[in-house]
């Protein structure tokens, strides 16, 4: 009687029976949040990322409000010396003052036939059509601005965050507890995809807002309602969050922290320079460009008008999707089929 009692219990409580608590992805995320919450180098990174792009999009804010600033008085330029016959100039009438009376008995010169009047002389330079559809674009593009430093932050957190599990032994501890391997990848690369993403739309929200009184200082608006802002705030984040799996994943294959770091931010940012240095060699050399991932992320949050041959903010977005899918994916396979 008491060794059947006892053999039920047993039972009941073996891992991995139906009594049993087991692994699944819910936990497993949890394990992988609280690894990410609680160490307080990630979470001040976090916060250096957020810092920096608010930063440098306040900057970017007063350095269009300034340069508006400066090229105000060139919009009134027409209305100050304009050219006349012989290399002379004609002097403008001040405000308030009129025009000198033709003197009794004179007659304007008549205009010969066949000709048309002069047309309004401006002063040489100025260009009335330029201004507000080039202002307009810069100004749209001032929230994203702290992107490019957000990438290389996100990319170094991305790649630290798997490639010191491998450095300290942890990883062991980890793939114990989930054997299968993958849901515990999975679950790391959905995790600091949406802190990424997060942070890069709160970081670009919080730009805009500070941006607005900066830009109101030299008569510039912007607004949420205006085309492509909205639309590039929530792209700033979709962009780190893909980075961030591009990065984690490069992390993942080759596992050491120094060398993954070194391997993503040149992929990010040195690679670019390098093919815009060599791009006069071959035509299609600056074609293939279009599709490295940062100038895919620059397309993806950019809310100004596309010139043409460039990508759209969908291909953008597309192309560096497939980036962190493709590079996922091998990561996803390597660590099934190589040791810890």
């Known amino acids: 009687m008491s060794t059947a009692t006892t053999d039920k219990n047993q039972a009941g409580t073996a891992p991995g029976g139906p009594a049993g608590s087991g692994v699944n992805f819910l936990r497993v995320l949890k394990s992988e949040w609280i690894k990410v919450t609680t160490v307080p180098s990630t979470v001040i990174l976090l916060a250096v990322t957020v810092v920096v792009m608010i930063g440098l999009a306040s900057l970017a804010a007063w350095g269009t409000a300034q340069l508006a600033s400066d090229s105000a008085p060139a919009a009134g330029a027409s209305a100050s010396a304009v050219p006349g016959e012989g290399g002379g100039t004609t002097p403008a009438v001040p405000e308030g003052a009129t025009a000198p009376a033709v003197p009794e008995g004179a007659t304007a010169p008549a205009i010969p036939e066949g000709a048309t009047a002069p047309a309004e002389q401006t002063a040489p330079g100025v260009d009335t059509q330029a201004g507000p559809p080039a202002a307009d674009s810069l100004v749209r593009d001032i929230p994203a601005s702290g992107l490019f430093f957000g990438q290389l932050l996100i990319a170094s957190l991305g790649v630290v965050l798997i490639a010191s599990e491998w450095g300290t032994g942890m990883i062991r501890s980890t793939f114990s507890a989930v054997p299968k391997r993958t849901p515990a990848l999975l679950a790391k690369n959905l995790i600091i995809a949406v802190v990424s993403f997060v942070v890069g739309a709160g970081a670009a929200f919080i730009s805009y807002l500070i941006a607005r009184p900066i830009l109101g200082t030299a008569d510039l608006s912007l607004s949420l309602g205006d085309e492509g802002v909205l639309a590039s705030i929530l792209n700033t984040g979709t962009c780190l969050a893909l980075i961030a799996v591009f990065a984690m994943a490069i992390g993942t294959l080759l596992r050491n922290t120094a060398g993954g770091v070194v391997t993503a931010i040149g992929i990010i940012f040195v690679l670019p320079l390098v093919v815009q240095i060599v791009s006069g060699l071959a035509d299609w050399i600056p074609d293939a460009a279009r599709f490295l991932p940062s100038n895919a ?44």
Request: aromatic share 2%; net charge neutral; charged share 15%.
């Open 297 to 340: 992320g620059a397309q993806l949050v950019s809310a100004g008008p596309i010139a043409d041959g460039d990508l759209t903010q969908l291909q953008g977005g597309l192309v560096l999707a497939a980036w962190a899918a493709v590079l996922l994916v091998a990561s996803l396979v390597a660590t099934k089929r190589r040791d810890v």
